[in-house]
């Protein structure tokens, strides 16, 4: 994609004959970033446009439709279109009257806006038609498009603002609250209105800039916003411009000095109104600014020069235990997407949170800072690894500033300082012992108190004697300062707190008390302690790093001492955590790593530090992130090793391993200990490998070597070597050569990997019982991940029932689980599990036969009563004497018709084998609704199956043998005694209406 970044202006302006020339500039992709860094030339010459016969004081860019429209001083209007890889003109318009003042196209690219200094308007559309055109009644100088094409800003010589609706009609004055008061004449040098196509820095935020000559400039929501933004800029500006985003506006314009000489200078503000960073250009003037389309960098015309130069973004950002998590805005939504990126796991959890202000991390544990749903409220959350939050407090205060440890969190608005003890994973645990452990005495010791929620204090910056919980200081009411906090940074227990005068406080985070003061020479704008916290290193607000020993005694009540070395245009720093010596710093495109103050080679990069341990220093591309931050990449992590140890690698790979000893132990650190220990074991040097074991305190390399040296066999030392290096593949090759399968096969057991342990096995003739071992181990890795076809094939070799009766549950095969019955001895509890599985899936037969073969009667019984198979249930309950199955029948039949549920009942009774009741309560049923006057058809259905149903107990009574006359005479009186002290004749209630449609 070309991206037209500024246009140049030669030739002889005698003859007035002029040449433009547009430039490519490349992407910002990493490698072009770095190369860019480097020094290395990112331009080139594309076309030299001719075409115009005057000085070009007009350009507009369509990015929609990739069109250049440029104007001269004659009001020629030339539109430039890419075409196979070159610019042609497209279009040619002259209105031979006037000049024109400036041109813009709408956001959507459809429509283009020209103003002359006549007041002439003409507004057409991207295909060349005229769409209308209008004279208006002052000398114009600027125009702006709103962002959805209903509306133009036209702004006059005078420095004033206007708003016409898209057609032309006048719709009202813009008001310029940021020129009030002002006696003079003054004129309007810039007006800028973010479209919003990428979003916004946060709700609701200011889009609409307009600037004054005088340097006065507001920033609007929208042009009839009555509560603006007014900025004094302290310079006489010339042009403005917002990012691509619509967080940052440059300004750019000049001072003047006492010499009369002119300061030329770029200031940045944020879509608050607040002053970022001042720049100074060299150079005699600045005619144009413009923002490359990431907003990576802005392009100055400066005399006859164009000047690039990088900004550095403050993202929203952290990083821990190996998860990167950052935020950023998505055009179709209001709040901000916190995205955690494991970068080992390469996985990502993504979540949406409004009003998102800052994000640090420490840890395990990362913070969020948030603005509440009530006025003046903000929330803290700590989220772990994966989003999830941990904890969360609300704070009544505004905070500019935060920081993290490992227990201990820090907000700090301009006055006042608020630190927070969270519990951590590790307090946790001890306050969830038991509370003998905090002892018996009144609950005290370290757990007693562990147990109780975090503590929360504050104290005002004028008064840090006066320390306070959040409900007694809401209700002093603090007031504000003339020397606001600017700076904090914390070390294990200590808390600096940086004041814009250079006053940094010391206090203790536990408890809060004064540890002394500190002065240093400078505004401070980031304050980093290095890892024992003895050193501190400054940014302030100029670039401009410099560092503090915290440990001189000082001078008067100050402590400390302010060094005079310096290093500028640092953006970017980071201490070691292992080694209290080393800070990597970020200098314009090159990363430093400075032992003490001494510097090692710059290596290129433009990635911001995330963490700096064992002399490896990890850096993030984030500048290459946002431009896709859902779909970050695993490169776009970087490491860069320092000096001493890409010279000690170097050093063993020449095979000097003296000078390597040598080496290491000028410049001792556990990390090139480690390297020389690891490079020894690899040329089985035993003495030198347990001597840098020693040294970097690795207990379990020690054990390594005094076990190695008890092998004796070499091939056998160099295959543990391989197992230590995890070069697995390697040490069973070794083991193959000397005929050990034996010992690839313990090898492969370690670790798991028992695919490889069953292909050994068969190779070496192995016993049944290893085997089959490893056949249940390769089902188990199926069966966890739920893949039970596979599981059931190897189960089935390993001859494992109890894991094939869980295969086949799961994939539903009953068949063969059935089948397992007869496969299983008879009373094993396992017969248990497989009629319970049969039973959950309504096979009642074979559940039955499970459970009788399991010896588990009753539980057979109860299987058949709860799938309804009362005849089964009371054939088994007779079988094997079971008398509590007919008492089952009747309170389930007594329930039924307490429910007035007739049906059900009769349908009981049926498969009970209970015709005569049965035929009864049909009988009663059919009495009841003739009564009701129910349809006759009805009535006779339900006598019919009474009749079948007598005609059932007819035979099975005469088919019986052993019954006596009495028995047979009660059964057909119909007094079968339903329940103790109840018989069917009294049982009987009222059958309703709706029953009766039912039986139909």
Not at 139 to 148: A, E, K, N
Request: negative net charge; contains cysteine; aromatic residues 8%.
């Amino acid at each position: 994609m070309h991206v037209i970044k500024a246009t140049v202006v030669t030739g002889d302006l005698c003859d007035y004959v002029l040449f433009m020339q547009v430039l490519r500039l490349d992407g910002t992709t990493q490698k072009e970033a770095a190369k860019a860094a480097a020094g290395g030339n990112t331009l080139s010459q594309n076309q030299s446009l001719e075409g115009h016969n005057g000085a070009v004081v007009c350009a507009t860019w369509n990015n929609q439709f990739t069109k250049l429209t440029t104007s001269d001083e004659a009001g020629l209007i030339i539109v430039w279109t890419l075409y196979n890889g070159q610019w042609c003109e497209e279009m040619i318009n002259n209105r031979n009257k006037g000049v024109v003042r400036d041109m813009k196209w709408t956001a959507s690219g459809d429509k283009i806006c020209i103003a002359y200094d006549d007041g002439a308007v003409i507004v057409g559309s991207v295909d060349g038609n005229r769409l209308w055109g209008k004279e208006l009644s002052m000398q114009l100088s600027l125009l702006q498009w709103s962002p959805d094409g209903r509306f133009i800003l036209f702004c006059n010589t005078a420095g004033e603002c206007h708003t016409y609706d898209s057609s032309g009609n006048a719709v009202a004055k813009v008001p310029m609250y940021c020129n009030e008061g002002y006696v003079g004449s003054c004129k309007m040098v810039g007006i800028e209105w973010y479209d919003g196509s990428l979003g916004f820095a946060e709700q609701n935020c200011p889009v609409l800039a307009l600037c004054l000559d005088n340097g006065r400039m507001q920033l609007m929501r929208h042009d009839m916003d009555d509560n603006a933004i007014c900025i004094d800029t302290g310079i006489k500006p010339g042009a403005i411009k917002w990012n691509h985003n619509g967080s940052i506006l440059a300004v750019a314009g000049h001072q003047s000095t006492n010499d009369d000489r002119e300061l030329w200078l770029v200031q940045f503000y944020n879509q608050s109104g607040e002053h970022l960073r001042t720049l100074r250009v060299p150079g005699t003037g600045i005619s144009g600014i413009a923002w490359e389309g990431s907003g990576l960098r802005l392009g100055l015309a400066v005399d006859s020069h164009i000047f690039f130069t990088s900004i550095r973004h403050k993202y929203l950002w952290a990083y821990f235990a190996n998860t990167l998590v950052y935020a950023f805005t998505k055009p179709e939504r209001q709040e901000h997407c916190v995205v955690f990126w494991g970068t080992c796991s390469n996985e990502r959890y993504a979540k949406y949170v409004r009003r998102i202000t800052h994000i640090t991390a420490a840890e395990e544990l990362c913070l969020l800072a948030t603005k509440g749903e009530k006025p003046g409220e903000h929330m803290l959350i700590l989220c772990n690894t994966l989003g999830s939050p941990v904890d969360s407090k609300v704070l009544e205060m505004e905070p500019k500033l935060l920081l993290l440890t490992d227990c201990y969190a820090v907000a700090a608005s301009e006055e006042v300082v608020y630190v927070w003890q969270f519990r951590n994973s590790i307090t946790r645990q001890l306050a969830s012992e038991p509370a003998a452990a905090a002892g018996a005495a009144g609950g005290s010791g370290a757990a007693a108190k562990l147990q109780r929620e975090g503590h929360e204090k504050l104290f005002h910056i004028d008064n840090p004697m006066a320390v306070q919980t959040p409900e007694q200081f809401k209700a002093s009411q603090a007031g504000s300062t003339a020397d606001p906090i600017c700076a904090i940074t914390a070390h294990q227990h200590l808390l600096l707190v940086a004041r814009s005068s250079g006053v940094v406080h010391g206090f203790a985070l536990q408890g809060l008390q004064p540890d002394g003061q500190y002065l240093l020479r400078c505004r401070p704008q980031r304050l980093a302690l290095n890892c024992d916290g003895s050193r501190l290193a400054v940014i302030d607000f100029n670039g401009v790093m410099s560092f503090m020993d915290v440990t001189a005694a000082g001078t008067g009540k100050m402590r400390g001492e302010h060094w005079a070395n310096e290093r500028k245009d640092v953006w970017d720093l980071c201490w070691a955590s292992d080694n209290p010596e080393l800070l990597a710093v970020m200098e314009k495109g090159r990363m430093y790593v400075l032992r003490g103050t001494d510097p090692e080679e710059p290596v290129n990069s433009s990635a911001y530090l995330a963490g700096f341990k064992d002399l490896q220093v990890r850096a993030v591309f984030l500048d290459d992130i946002m431009q896709q931050p859902n779909l970050p990449e695993l490169d776009m992590v970087a490491d860069y090793e320092t000096r001493s140890l890409r010279d000690t690698r170097a050093l063993l790979a020449t095979g000097n391993e003296t000078d390597a000893q040598a080496f290491v132990g000028d410049n001792a650190h556990p990390r090139l200990w480690r390297l020389l220990a690891d490079h020894a074991l690899g040329k089985l040097d035993l003495s030198t490998a347990e001597k840098a074991f020693v040294h970097c305190r690795d207990y379990h390399g020690v054990q390594l070597v005094k076990r190695l040296a008890q092998l004796g066999d070499k091939n056998k030392q160099q295959a543990e070597v391989c197992v230590y290096f995890q070069r697995f593949d390697e040490a069973e090759e070794l083991y193959r050569r000397m005929d050990r399968l034996d010992l690839a096969i313990t090898l492969r057991s370690r670790l798991g990997d028992w695919f490889k342990v069953e292909r050994l096995i068969r190779e070496s003739g192995g016993d049944d019982a290893a085997l089959n071992n490893a056949w249940n181990k390769i089902g188990q890795y199926y069966s966890d991940r739920q893949r039970w076809a596979k599981a059931a094939q190897y189960y089935t070799q390993a001859r494992n029932t109890n894991m094939l009766v869980q295969c086949f549950y799961q994939l539903e095969d009953f068949d063969s689980l059935v089948k397992l019955i007869e496969v299983v001895a008879e009373g094993q509890p396992l017969l248990a599990g497989i009629g319970t599985k049969l039973q959950s899936v309504g096979l009642c037969s074979d559940a039955v036969a499970a459970f009788l073969k399991a010896g588990d009667t009753k539980a057979a019984i109860d299987c058949c009563v709860l799938l309804h198979q009362w005849d089964q249930a009371l054939q088994l309950a007779h079988e094997y004497n079971y008398p509590q199955a007919e008492g089952l029948l009747q309170q389930y039949a007594g329930h039924l018709l307490e429910k007035k549920k007739y049906l059900e009942a009769v349908e009981l009774y049926r498969k009970a084998q209970r015709h005569a009741e049965a035929a009864k309560l049909l009988v009663d049923t059919a009495t009841q609704l003739a009564s009701q006057k129910a349809p006759p058809l009805c009535i006779k259905k339900l006598y019919v199956l009474a009749a079948l149903e007598v005609e059932a107990f007819r035979k099975k009574a005469l088919a019986a043998a052993g019954n006596d006359a009495a028995t047979a005479a009660a059964t057909m009186l119909g007094t079968t005694t339903l329940g103790p002290g109840m018989t069917r004749s009294r049982a009987t209630t009222a059958m309703p209406a709706q029953t009766a449609a039912a039986a139909q």
